[in-house]
């Protein structure tokens, strides 16, 4: 039997609508939820998925502004931006397209924008709030969508053993604290590259995370039957069978789906989600600002 699946579009769907109710009682008090999305350089991947964000925010009604900046553009540059959205009273989130020119400390600009206005949940404040197990603050969008969706398809997390394969500060890490945190209560094991064998530390669990950017990595024989599999993963992979010459793959293999409850898909699960949780820190950015 195959695996039912985690659907994100129709989850970042009702999301969607959550939020619609939201941002007219803003529009009512006289504020307009703002993105400011900021990219540097001709990355086609990266403008892919700002135009992704750009047309939700249009959907939704959320205001937008897009930030183009050539590659060659110096750190200096980039932190005046920054440090002018941080200033601009109708900004609410400030998002920086990664990945940044080689020539940039990604991690140091991340670290400039106000944590009010850190809609991508990157910050060390917001990360801090989440290790103290709080999630007032802006929650990074992959993970809080992965929880979201397991709460869209009923999985019930309480003292079940998860698995989180990857430990990036972007994805795994803040993915095990959500896993962990009370009212999820899951108990978290976090595989990475120096574990001892992954794959026997996969089957004992009734719910996997795989983030780590590894294509097609964990295989049917590392899941336990019936377990729930969330796919962060997403890979472009040579394919000459393909028109275009490749294909998208996650870092579940397929043939999963014939084991566990639960898969999500590539394209369509996490990424939506992502966007969603995007839309929904930006709106919520704005309730904050509105309410101090």
Not at 84 to 90: G, H, V
Not at 238 to 249: F, N, S
Not at 252 to 276: F, H, K, R
Request: with cysteine.
């Amino acid at each position: 039997m195959s695996a039912q699946r985690l659907d994100g579009k129709a989850c970042a769907s009702q999301v969607e609508a959550e939020l619609l109710d939201r941002i007219t009682h803003l529009t009512e008090r006289g504020t307009q939820p703002h993105l400011a999305v900021v990219i540097v350089g001709d990355d086609p991947a990266s403008h892919v998925y700002v135009n992704s964000k750009i047309n939700t925010c249009k959907r939704l009604g959320i205001r937008s502004t897009h930030i183009a900046l050539p590659s060659d553009t110096d750190e200096a540059s980039l932190r005046q931006h920054i440090l002018a959205l941080n200033e601009a009273d109708d900004v609410h989130g400030i998002l920086v397209q990664s990945p940044l020119p080689a020539h940039m400390d990604e991690e140091g600009l991340t670290d400039l924008i106000h944590p009010d206005k850190d809609v991508d949940g990157f910050h060390p404040q917001n990360l801090g709030r989440l290790v103290q197990g709080r999630t007032d603050g802006m929650l990074p969008c992959t993970p809080s969508g992965v929880m979201r969706m397991l709460r869209w398809a009923g999985v019930d997390l309480k003292g079940k053993r998860a698995v989180v394969l990857g430990r990036s500060r972007i994805v795994g890490m803040p993915a095990a604290l959500l896993l962990a945190a009370k009212g999820a209560d899951a108990t978290v094991t976090v595989v990475h590259s120096r574990t001892h064998d992954a794959a026997a530390v996969c089957r004992e669990a009734d719910v996997v995370v795989a983030a780590v950017g590894r294509p097609d990595m964990v295989k049917a024989d590392w899941i336990k039957p019936g377990a729930v599999v969330v796919d962060v993963g997403i890979n472009r992979v040579d394919d000459a069978t393909r028109e275009r010459g490749w294909r998208l793959a996650g870092d579940v293999d397929p043939a999963v789906s014939e084991v566990a409850e639960w898969l999500s898909p590539v394209p369509g699960g996490v990424g939506p989600m992502t966007i969603a949780m995007l839309m929904e820190n930006t709106v919520r950015a704005a309730e904050q600002a509105l309410d101090r």
